[in-house]
């Protein structure tokens, strides 16, 4: 495992209560593995602006067919918490909604999450989108966490799904209040751009809303990537015709839920740079701490205007 920079997000971080069965979950519906499991660093408590006496674990899983993107768990003890998107529903903006993975049979999945006490926003329903068709379920785990997951119909895949269960985690969905807004603040501070922009009306219910406004209200979306051909991307999704509460304020630790994606830069010092020549304040200066397997590194963090947490990771490699 190693951070790769110029290859977009490569970690999601995710706070959760209880770690084992975070863990035998992942493994169970994603097939999923346990890569690395320890105390974290307390250099990101304080960076993380929490109590200096605050006990965390953290366990790393990853897809170990291809553990170029994974997802951190992280457990607090001893200091009070809140879930980030209590309650929310999807239209609703603030925080990261969802992280995204392909799967080898969503029906599957859906049943195994089922059997582990998972729920979801809709049954699994076929999505049309970009001219492909996706069997899609959005998994609404424990603490306040969703996971969408796609499995490629149409075209028939030239290859057969290489995993088992389900592949890495590959893209970080956001709803937000403002998606130009949210598009420009990517690309200003970290010079991503977006392969798709635009507004689409899908005639599947995969967040179940009611059925009468399904494909009523369109929705602006973009996707946006570090380089062509590279997943660990984050789409933003702002909705219309909906409104509802905003969590955005809440996406901090030790708050329950999904709450950052961290990426590698070659040059952290100049990456802080044009992020300031751009107006944003940084949440967390750069800072050095251990990040196990990875070990040493220099970490910075910014906020996107829908409270995200975005991890800056130069490694000492």
Not at 14 to 30: G, M, P
Not at 254 to 276: E, F, K, S
């Amino acid at each position: 495992m190693q951070f790769n920079p110029g290859s977009g997000w490569q970690e999601a971080v995710t706070s959760v209560r209880d770690l084992d069965k975070w863990i035998e979950d992942l493994d169970y519906i994603a097939g999923w593995s346990l890569a690395h499991r320890g105390a974290m660093d307390s250099r990101m408590l304080r960076a993380w602006h929490l109590p200096a006496g605050a006990e965390v674990e953290e366990a790393v899983v990853i897809c170990r067919g291809d553990p170029k993107r994974w997802l951190r768990l992280v457990s607090f003890k001893g200091i009070a918490q809140t879930q980030i998107r209590s309650s929310g529903q999807p239209w609703e903006t603030g925080g990261l909604f969802s992280i995204l993975l392909y799967s080898a049979d969503t029906q599957a999945a859906f049943q195994r999450a089922q059997e582990r006490w998972w729920s979801a926003h809709h049954d699994p329903v076929v999505m049309e989108f970009g001219g492909r068709e996706l069997l899609n379920v959005v998994l609404r785990g424990p603490d306040g966490c969703n996971f969408g997951l796609y499995q490629p119909l149409k075209p028939t895949p030239a290859e057969p799904f290489p995993f088992l269960k389900a592949g890495p985690p590959f893209n970080g969905q956001q709803m937000v209040r403002n998606k130009e807004q949210t598009e420009c603040f990517y690309a200003d501070a970290l010079g991503w751009n977006s392969w798709f922009s635009g507004t689409i009306s899908l005639s599947c219910n995969n967040f179940g809303i009611p059925d009468n406004m399904v494909g009523v209200n369109p929705k602006h979306v973009a996707i946006a990537h570090a380089a062509e051909g590279e997943y660990g991307q984050v789409e933003l999704v702002q909705w219309t015709g909906f409104e509802g509460q905003h969590y955005g304020d809440k996406a901090v630790p030790p708050n329950l839920g999904h709450l950052a994606l961290r990426w590698p830069v070659d040059d952290l010092a100049n990456q802080v740079a044009t992020i300031r020549a751009a107006g944003i304040d940084l949440f967390v200066e750069p800072t050095t701490v251990t990040l196990p397997p990875l070990g040493e590194v220099l970490l910075c963090t910014i906020r996107t205007p829908d409270g995200v947490m975005i991890e800056l990771i130069q490694t000492s490699g």
